[in-house]
């Protein structure tokens, strides 16, 4: 049962324009969620949180939000670059609990 | 930001023997720390919760035998996977916590056995 999914596997953007990534979850327990970018071969690298009283977080070129009702979050990257091509990955947790349940990810491109 | 290290980085055994995957933080001290492990093109599925001075906790599905886990100081953690078989072929990686919730994560170990 995944509890937190991301349908698109896959997404390619221009250099400079905005990339939306989208993630779904299940569990209502969740309250924390974060943003992680993967390489191939390489653990990943946190990019961004937010928690379940907030529903936007911004940090530079990237922004989350948050839409408890629909239990829906995303990443927006603004604006792309051709480095940030990689695969992103949302993760959830409950508070007072560390594990993090990952989504699918999302492989991100981003064309020059 | 904190530095998880993991070693071996990529290693290739034979069917039948047993592997030691080292995770290390760095700069900090980790009670916790998680270990994961992701096929390719798949999620990273969690594996267990290793705990400084006390027994791991292991996920649903995960065989306690099969992957060892000792997290014998502040600052390692390590997985044991015994008795390695070809479906135990996957990438490992072990994270550990924050000051806050996100997860530092080590670069992974890639293993192979033949």
């Known amino acids: 049962d995944q509890q937190v999914k991301q349908n698109s596997p896959s997404l390619s953007v221009q250099e400079g324009r905005i990339s939306i990534l989208n993630c779904d979850y299940t569990n209502s327990m969740f309250d924390y969620f974060l943003w992680y970018k993967k390489y191939p071969a390489e653990g990943p690298t946190f990019l961004i949180s937010?928690?379940?009283?907030?529903d936007k977080n911004e940090d530079g070129r990237f922004t989350v939000f948050l839409n408890k009702s629909a239990k829906h979050l995303s990443l927006h990257i603004v604006p792309s670059q051709p480095g940030d091509s990689a695969v992103y990955f949302c993760a959830a947790s409950v508070a007072g609990f560390q594990k993090l349940v990952f989504g699918t990810g999302t492989r991100l491109l981003v064309s020059p | 930001g904190a530095v998880v290290s993991q070693h071996p980085s990529w290693v290739i055994c034979k069917s039948g023997t047993s592997v030691k995957i080292e995770c290390r933080s760095l700069d900090f001290q980790a009670t916790t720390m998680f270990w994961y492990r992701q096929f390719p093109k798949q999620s990273l599925m969690l594996m267990a919760t290793s705990n400084e001075g006390s027994k791991a906790t292991y996920e649903q599905g995960v065989e306690k035998d099969k992957f060892l886990i000792n997290h014998a100081s502040l600052t390692l953690s390590t997985l044991t996977v015994t008795s390695a078989h070809p479906e135990d072929s996957s990438f490992y990686i072990c994270?550990?916590?924050?000051?806050?919730?996100?997860?530092?994560f080590g670069p992974g170990t890639r293993l192979t056995v033949t």
């Open positions: 994270s550990a916590p924050g000051p806050r919730w996100e997860q530092y």
């Open positions: 937010i928690s379940s009283i907030k």
